[in-house]
């Protein structure tokens, strides 16, 4: 009797896994997601930013690129995070 016990919480055990990488699967795919667009944001607001008259014109568009390069890292970071999340899913 003790195996089937044994043999039943194993099973339960092999279930929750599958669970677990559906739910890191699709976390995986929101955060590559989600990276995407603050990479998207960056770059359009350092694309605005830099060919108005106005901001080009601007003795510290340095550091101002540079906050907005930042910005598009930070995306980056979060979209490789995103695609680890997905790797680490087991495909059986």
Do not use: C
Not at 45 to 63: A, E, P, R
């Amino acid at each position: 009797m003790k195996p089937k016990v044994a043999y039943h919480s194993l099973y339960n055990l092999a279930s929750t896994s599958s669970k677990r990488d559906d739910s890191m699967a699709e976390v995986g795919l929101q955060t590559s997601l989600v990276g995407l667009v603050i990479s998207i944001a960056g770059t359009l607001l350092l694309f605005l930013h830099t060919t108005n008259k106005y901001h080009s014109s601007i003795q510290d568009i340095g550091s101002i690129a540079v906050g907005y390069l930042g910005l598009i890292l930070l995306g980056v970071s979060v979209s490789v995070t995103g695609v680890a999340l997905l790797l680490s899913v087991d495909p059986d």
